[in-house]
């Protein structure tokens, strides 16, 4: 059963992986891959509120849409590894502190 399993759940990442690739429509012609939706975004200001000037100018621009896109990986990255740490470490400290009420002749502390 185990092996069926395993199996069962590697044909589910490749399709994870792979489906997207194929129903993901091509982008036209001049269209950037890895344009998100800030353009949208900016067009939508300028037909609504033609007038309107941007509050500050940001301090580094990328070079390009995916050095952006990598930036914002990192950014993505960086985040779930501290929310992960976070979690693991407030686990830990909540078993360590469980383990402490039940046995509480045994202290930590040097004395």
């Known amino acids: ?5 395993n199996a069962l759940l590697l044909l589910a990442v ?3 992986a792979v489906l997207p690739l194929w129903l993901v429509e091509q982008p036209a012609n001049g269209a950037g891959i890895f344009a998100g939706a800030d353009n949208k975004a900016m067009e939508l200001i300028g037909q609504i509120a033609p007038t309107y000037q941007p509050w500050f100018a940001p301090l580094l621009e990328p070079a390009s849409g995916e ?3 990598l930036l ?8 779930a590894g501290f929310i992960g740490y976070y979690l693991g470490v407030s686990v830990t400290r909540e078993k360590m502190r469980r ?4 046995n509480p002749e045994k202290t930590t502390g040097a004395d």
């Not at 059963?1 to 399993?5: C, G, P």
């Not at 383990?99 to 039940?102: R, S, W």
């Open 14 to 16: 490749v399709l994870l």
């Open 72 to 79: 914002f990986a990192v950014q993505a990255a960086l985040g």
């Open 67 to 69: 050095i952006a896109s």
């Open 1 to 5: 059963m185990k092996r069926h399993q």
């Open 99 to 102: 383990a402490a009420a039940q």
